[in-house]
Each structure stands twice: as structure tokens, then as C-alpha cells.
């Protein structure tokens, strides 16, 4: 029985086991991301260089990128500089601070191979450094430009998803949880598949237990998203939420993970998108409005700036189950 | 029973939900696009630009590009004229407008990073701004060279669709519909998968709504396109179509979603082509032609321009069903 | 019972439907490439450029490089002749002969930014055309290093099969197809899943048509590759071959088509690799020598050159099935 | 009989046949990498370059860098002295060696495409050397770059693995055995799959074969690693190490494969890692401790450098299974 449980209830569906939520801190916030902390790794870590660097913001990348730039050509202008000046054919500069402008502006010319000629090496030095400079500001521009370029195609999904969950009538005398979302991109989502996993904590003779339960869609898949998309999870007798009120999902803690996986036609690649509802997310009684209009042709207009929007209605009351 | 006819009716298979095709508006046109206006999109779409730079036309791809380094010239060429002209090296104007073109030449040498030379910048502040154009010439173009590729290398599916669905005997008395395709391109298509959906405005109760049924297929998935596919939905029993006739397609607003996924060997990478056929795309009582012949070596020869020719045939008449 | 057949013959499987194999043109080469000429394409195919430059020679590539560069670099040179070569500053020829060197070695200068400005443009005509031909000349130059790269960086299976396939004694008395494969590359290949379809010609009734059949194997698909791979085929009740003759299979022009599907480790992509044998490959009576070997600590030693070799053997007689 | 056997021992699963392991010389290493040497490849293997540019060191990677740049100077300086060092205009080396020197810097100059220009090509051969160089550095440092940015921004997992298999007391009086993995890097894992294969020597009749069980896994699957993820081998009636003994394991080599499969959100792309343990890496009687913490606000905190603690504990005495 202990082992049919534990099938039923897949506790490790997101990495965690059983450690409850405490203090509203659940495993996935409303952006997607996973609010863990992470501690203990190694101070040098050049894998992630990539990673950082093609998720940082616009504003981080560019100064970065300027910084680089500025730091590389101070290196080489005091390299040119011990070298000495006068290897600089065509710096006219007098004084020190002169001299190292010179040198800067020589290494930047060098550095983006841009090589006016105004300035140029002279001596086995100068030239050796200039040459080793070029080459390696070729490699360095290379590297910007791939990343500035990988930022600029990465493939992501922009979904936008109901602010709310709702709890709405479903078929005919029944209820179901429900949510929308529609593709903000003008690109096609193909063969969309979704999961939703519910988890709360639960008391197991005094000892607080997080629960996880991956809950049954009406559809968990559509082959192309057009419209919008209304993900419903039936509340009848095989859901875990079937005897749960809006206290109980507080007093839980409760919270609804989604996962969402698609196919992006332009960029020709799986692309992957996490949301998360907290308890106090869920209205009970209402009911989703069209997000859709007809123009006079009779096409369909997808209002995007209404896909969270909703009525209040009455729920069927359960008898049957009652 | 409700939830039976649900499951068997997959009206959200193309996100759609039970809305009605009104005026021969179709969800999905021939050329596989998406027939949903959008709005509501909020005004500032950056994550939309590469999606859209990837897409649009080779014309108005060039022209961007040549109006971005135009624009980009003029205005460094103002930032020079700024700093004063006298800061430029070799710049031998003397009128306002050749000082204006000769800063223009300077900014068009320096952000290409040709640099020949003959005009240099002098002192620091254009020493500082030559810098920083030739940095940002260097990222601009791997932005403007990438996106060339990206359009150059992108993986799209070249599929020619036959221009209609035909109404063909198949098998021993019995009849199917049926379309072909070939591969345009020269490279192999691997792993096909096609999916039909077909969809017709139903009036319940006086009310209409939008039906879609994904058509069982003779066979789904083929290894390897090699000349020609023939795909078929067997006019069986289980067929939804089974009762309809021409008149019904066309009053019901009658069309079919094609879906079809490959794996292209050339690209390494998943493609997929989409087209749609409407209910006067239906031929009854047709055939294709083999669109095939063999030379003198017994060798087989694909004719891509026969894909769509068909003969018209007798069909069986269905005693056993009626 | 025609739709039963129908199943268990996929005779759609490589695309091709009923028609014969004549005159030894089997639809697969050894090479895996796809026997089947194709026309009735349109003339003008922009949609193959990419597909014809990533997959053409190297000497071929490295021509139209050239090819593309000089032609280019005569073009602009004309283009300067036309404004005029005393706006070429620096341009020191006397003749029509040194003039067109002159301005054709500026615009080599130009177009790879090279720019050393002992030649430099001088007015707006000159200029325009320098700036121009400097930025196409990165544009240009962009699409070669993209190509060359793409080819570089392409992933490719290089996957070494034996040269025949055996019919060797497999577990107690009775007999299997065998064949074996390797690794050419030194990365690792990950989820390899193989597939072999079978195909002979089969007189119905006085015509002949083409049957396919999806042989089943011991196993189609393991984890990683180690070492060689021996894919055996039992020729057991269920086979469409137990009880072909090595007569029967020239006189139907019978051939195997095998086609392997894995994850390359350093390519991060699925690629595919594909083979045929055909009935004259086949060895009846013979058993794989092993490809391996211990060196004196006990590690295999896998020897790529022997995955063909084996030796005759007797095969088991049939008494139970006879 | 023969038969059900077989397929109950994918012996083929590493690719392995029944050879066994001898002197401790498993088929995978702990680090991933396939303990087999390999001969009989061709000489020439071009196939093989990228593949071996991409996973060689940095510092070997560096040093090929420039050592080509160097080889190739040097190259293009033999040629130029070769059309004569007048040629080249500006070049003031009086000596054999101080012309060499003028040439190759010359030379770095043109290939990086800097081009100062105080020194520059005279005459129809340096001209025309001039600008294939120019074209040869762009395709070389194309390649160069391409090869730095592929390096940078190759897709893999940087799994940590706990450093011991744990036989640890699992649900209510059974025994499971344990390994636990986290992500090293910040992305997020999605879509992990895992596979464990146990392969141990036996003695079938005096002949030592090896065999190969994938082990049955509490759960081979998770949506999200958001944490560390314990994998969990119940040692019960199905497995087939239920009756082995830590003698046992040694006597027979045994060794435990582990192949990961997951989805990474910053590459979007496919990423596999691969460990191995050894039966010396197995404790008895062990359970992990926990390696994450709660910080004041009830967040998780994760401590990477946890992972493979773990803490001595009584094995249940399996009464019902003696």
C-alpha cells in the first residue's frame, strides 16, 4: 500500500521531496523561476559564463561590452608604452598623459583592425605586439558579436497567462479549474503540451509533508495554438482538489505549477515556458469572457489585452456527490 | 455520455473552441498562415524584431539594412562636424557641405572598419568617438551578417501539395480521400508525420458551432520521402465524412488542416509545412496520375509538375453501407 | 482481409508505392543517397542555394569563393574606371591596362576592409561606391564565412557498416540477418534506434508490384555506442524471408534499406545515417569475427578495419520448421 | 526459453556484447567518457577536426590559434620576399632579416585585415598576393572565431553526482539503492530522464560473460530539477541484485552505468551527462543528509557542496524475503 501511495504521488516531480512550503515561499514564482537558493559551489565556475552572459540585462551586456573594450586598449596602450612611444610612427603627442593617449587610440585601431595608418608600429616590438593584438582582437570582437547575436535570436516563448485560476462550471452540472493563455509573439506554436502540478502541505501525524500531484487536463495537447487556449483541469471524483475549499488551499499552502512546451516555427526549436498560481490566485464562481471578436468579414480579432479577463457566476451545487 | 462526445470531438485541437467558420473565412488559409487578426498586443514588441527581421521579404531586408547604415553615417558624420571638421586628418573640404560629406566618408570608413587612412581623427574627442564607432560598427554588422545567414540557413520545408483533395475508389469497393506531395528541395525528408483535421460549422439546437475531427490516416508517418506521398483517409464507418456529400461540405463551411512534421537531413533540425484545403478543393470521383515514369534504365523519374494531375473516375457505389 | 494485408505491408514506407524494382535500380544506394531522378522542378530554385553550397565539394566551394570574389572585385573595378581612376587617390598606372589593376586591387582593399589607404577614393562619386562595396563586402563576406563554417561545424554520422550481410546460425538452431556497424568518429553517439525495411518483388496475379516489409530485430535501439553494433534479424516464423532462397531474393531484386537515427554528443543534434544492401551482399553461412581485442590491461581495443570480416559456417538445418 | 532470457538481458545495451570486464577496466569511467581504445581508423580523418577543435583544451586550443596565425605569416612572408621585398612600399629593412620581419608584419596586417598602410603592396604579384591574403584571413579567422564561439557556447550539462551508490533503508522494512544528483550550473534542467545499467561478470559453464540489467527505477523522470534529485533502485523481488553480497559485486565487476537526458533552458537544446560507479563505490548501510537548508524566510537554500554526504544507518533484516 506504502509503495502504491508513493506511485500516486509523485513527490519528486520537481526535484523537491518532501519539505513543506513555510511562509509563502513556494517552489515556483509567477515568472517561472525556481526560488531556491543555491550555496556551496565552486568560487570559479566558467561554465555559467555563457549562461550569465546571455541572460543578463541589455543595459549589464552593453556596459560590459564597453568596459571590456576600454580595459583591453588601457592593457595595450602601457604595453605600447614600455615599448616606448617613439616605435609609434606618427604620434605627435609631448607630454605622458599625451603619450598614453596616443597608445590608446593606437590599440583601439588596432584592436577593431579599423588601422587607419596614421599611427603604425615601427620595430620588431611594436609590430609583434600590434600583430598579436589584431589577432587577438578578431577573437575578442568575435566572441561580443556571437553573444550580442545569441541574445538577439535566442529562442523563447512570450506566453501570456491569465492572472487568474478560476474555478467555473464545467459540462453539465459539474466544475473545472481553469486557465488561458495566448502566444504574444507573432511567430506559430506547434504541438503545445502542458502539465500542471498541484502541490500543498499535509499533515502526516504531526509531521508537515509537501504533496505533489500532477493533475489530469481535459486536453494536455493541441497541435497548433491559433487562439487562445483554455486549460481545464475537471474537478470530479479523481481529483485531489475534489473536497478542497478556498481555506483548505490556504491553510495548505497551496500553489500550481505550469509547464508549458512548444515548438517555435521561427526559430525552428522546442521552446519552454513555466508559470506559477499561488492559492490566493484561484477565484471560485466565475467564468472566463471571450477574448475574441468577428471583424465584418466574419475573421476572428484576438484581443490579447483581454485574455485574463472574467465573469462571476454560480457554481453547480454537487449533489451527486455530496 | 456528454464527456464520451467531448473527448471524440477535440474542438480545441487547433486552439479554436467552438466558434463557427462564417463567410469562407477559414482558420488556417492555403498557405499555411493563420487566419486570427491580433490586437491588444502591447505597442513596444522587442522579442518580436528578430522574429520579423527573419521573416520579411529579401527587398525590404536590404533596404533596412542600407537605410540602418545610412542613418548611422549621417548621424556620426554630425558628431564629427560637431567636434569640428579641423579633427580630421586629410579632410579637404571647405564648404559646409563638403565638410559634411567628408565627415560622412570618415564615419562610412571607420564603422566598416576599412580605414584607409587618408583621412584620420585628430585630438581626442574624435580619437574617443572614431573608437567607439569602429566598436560599434564591429557589433552592428555581426547583428546585420547574422540575421543574412539566419535568413539564408533557416530550415523551412519546401512542400508541394497537390491543389486538391480528391474522391478516389480505394481498395476493393470502397472509397477514399486522398492528396499527395512531394519534396521541392534537393535534400531528404526523414521521419514524416501528417495530421488532417477537418472541420465543419454544426447547428445544435439552432445554435451553430464549429466541429473539428482529426481524420484516421491508411498510414500517419512514413521513414523517408523519396518521391511522392500519397495520403489517405479510408471513407470507412468511423469516418466522420462517411454521410456527407458536396452540397453538405460546402453549406457547413466544410475544410481541412494539414499538419505535417519532418526531419531534414541538410539542416539537422525538425521542419514543418502546413497547408489547408477548402471544401471546393474536393474533387469527387477522381484519380491521381502517376506522376512518375522510369528511363531507359529502369530507373524511376519524378515529374515535381504532375503533382496535382488527376483523371476522373467512377466511384463505387457503397451498397453494403446503404 | 485486404485492409489486414494492407497493414501488415507497408508498402508506403520509403514513399514509393506499388512499383517494381527493374533492372537493379534499387530506390537506396549503398551510399544512402535516393535513387530517383527528379524534374518538372521550376527553374529558378532560391530555396536549394543553401542546401547545394553546405553539401558541394570542398575543391567546388573553394572555387566559387574565388570565383564569386574576383568577379566581384572586376565589377566594382569597372565600376571606378566608369567614375574615373583619377578619383582614385594614390592610383600611380599610366596605361588602361595598370589603370584597371589599380582600381581593381583598391576595391580588393575595400571589399575585405583590408584598407591600407595607399589608394584612397576621393569626391562623392568614388567615395559612395567605397563605402558601399565596403559594407556589401562584409554582407558578402559574412554569407562565405557562415557557408564555410556551416560545413566545418555540419553534423554528420560517419558511420562504417559491414560490407555484407550474413545468415549466420543465431541462438539454438536456428538462423539470423546480421550486420554490423561502427563509429568512424571519435565522439560518442547516444539513443541509437535502427530500422530495416525489406523490399522484393512480388508477381500478383501476373503483375509485378513492389512489397515493403519493416524487419523486426532482436534489438532496435541501444543507449550508447561503445563499440560495434551487430543488428540481427531472426529468421524465425514471423519473417518474411524464412523461407527465401538466395535464388529468390536475385529473382525479385530484393534489397534492405537500413536506416539509424542517434544523438551525437559533440554536435548536440540528431543525425542521421543511411545505408542498402542488396541481394548479392547477402552471405549465407557465415558468422562475424570479432572486431575486438584486450591489450595487456584488460581494455578492449576495437580494430574498425575488420567490421566486415567473417567467416564461413554451417547453418543450422531447419528440422523443425521444414 | 533461450529467447525470454535474452531479452530480459539487454546485453547489447552499451553496445557490449558478452565480453566480460576484466582487471577492473570498466566499459565506462567515472568522468563519462568509453574505456576503449580504438585502431584501424584512416590515416586522414577530416570528419574528425571539429569534433576534435571543440573538446580540446583551451590552452591547446590557444596554442594551435597561434601557432596557425604564425605559421601562415610566415608562409605569406617566404612568398612576398619570394616577389621581392621592394614590393612592398614603406618596408625599410636593410638586412635579409630585417626584410623577412617587414614582410611578415606586413603579412599580419593583411591577413587581419588591419591594414595601416605604411607599408603597402606595389605591382600586379604583391597587389594579387595582397588580396587572396586578405580573403584567406577573413575565411581563416572565420573559422577561428567560429570554432572560439562553438567552444564558448557548446550546450552541456555540468551534473554533480554524489560520490557513493548508497544501499539505504527504503519505505517500510526494504532496502533501496541510492545516488543523488544537482545541476552545477544556473540554468534549469527541464524534462530529465535517467537510465541505470548494472553489468557484472558471470560464470555460465567456466565461461565468464558479462551481462547487463537496466535497473527499475522508483522514478526515471522528472519534469523540473529544481533542487537535487535522489534516484532510487528498490532492491526488491524484481531486482537483480536482490541476492548480492558487497563480496559479490567485487568478485564480478560489477559497475553501474548512469546515463542522464535532459532539456536545457538557456542552450534550448538536448544535453546528455554520463557517470559510472564501480562496486567499491557502493556503502552499505548509508542514507544521504539532507543537503538543502531553510534560510529566515523559509526559502530553500541548496548546498552544492552536500551532495555527497551521507551518514551510517541500519539495514532492515529482509525477514520475509530470507
Chains 1, 2, 3, 4 share one sequence.
Not at 608600429?121 to 545569441?150: C, D, I, K, Q
Not at 538577439?152 to 487568474?164: D, E, G, L, M, Q
Not at 495537447?221 to 483541469?233: A, D, G, P, Q
Not at 466574419?298 to 462571476?312: A, H, M, N, P, T
Amino acid at each position: 500500500m506504502s509503495i502504491l501511495k508513493r506511485k500516486f504521488n509523485p513527490e519528486d516531480d520537481l526535484g523537491f521531496g518532501y519539505q513543506p512550503v513555510l511562509k509563502n515561499q513556494p517552489l515556483i514564482l509567477q515568472d517561472g523561476s525556481i526560488n531556491v537558493k543555491r550555496k556551496g559551489l565552486p568560487f570559479f565556475r566558467p561554465y555559467d559564463n555563457y549562461n550569465k552572459l546571455i541572460t543578463m540585462g541589455w543595459g549589464k551586456f552593453w556596459l560590459l561590452i564597453l568596459c571590456c573594450y576600454f580595459t583591453l586598449n588601457v592593457i595595450f596602450a602601457f604595453i605600447y608604452l614600455g615599448i616606448g612611444v617613439e616605435n609609434l610612427n606618427g604620434a605627435e603627442g609631448h607630454t605622458a598623459y599625451e603619450h598614453f593617449w596616443d597608445a590608446f587610440f593606437f590599440s583601439a585601431q588596432t584592436i577593431s583592425t579599423v588601422g587607419y595608418g596614421h599611427i603604425s608600429p615601427r620595430g620588431m616590438a611594436a609590430n609583434s605586439v600590434a600583430a598579436l593584438e589584431s589577432m587577438l582582437g578578431l577573437l575578442a570582437f568575435a566572441l561580443a558579436t556571437g553573444l550580442l547575436y545569441g541574445r538577439f535570436s535566442k529562442p523563447t516563448a512570450k506566453i501570456v497567462y491569465s492572472k487568474n485560476l478560476l474555478v467555473a462550471p464545467y459540462l453539465e452540472n459539474n466544475m473545472g479549474l481553469m486557465f488561458r493563455l495566448a502566444n504574444l509573439r507573432r511567430n506559430t506554436l506547434i504541438d503545445l503540451e502542458i502539465e500542471i502540478i498541484f502541490s500543498y502541505n499535509e499533515d502526516v501525524n504531526g509531521k508537515i509533508l509537501r504533496r505533489f500531484y500532477q493533475l489530469e487536463l481535459e486536453r494536455k495537447r493541441v497541435s497548433l495554438l491559433t487562439m487562445n487556449w483554455t486549460i481545464v483541469h475537471p474537478l470530479d471524483e479523481k481529483s485531489p482538489l475534489k473536497d478542497m475549499t478556498q481555506e483548505d488551499l490556504k491553510r495548505t499552502e497551496a500553489s500550481f505549477s505550469v509547464l508549458l512546451k512548444a515548438f517555435d516555427d521561427a526559430f525552428s526549436q522546442t521552446v519552454h515556458s513555466r508559470t506559477a498560481y499561488q492559492h490566493d490566485d484561484v477565484v471560485w464562481g466565475a467564468r472566463f469572457k471571450p477574448a475574441f471578436d468577428r471583424d465584418e468579414n466574419g475573421r476572428i480579432v484576438l484581443d490579447l489585452s483581454k485574455i485574463s479577463d472574467f465573469s462571476e457566476t454560480e457554481l453547480p451545487v454537487k449533489a451527486e456527490i455530496a
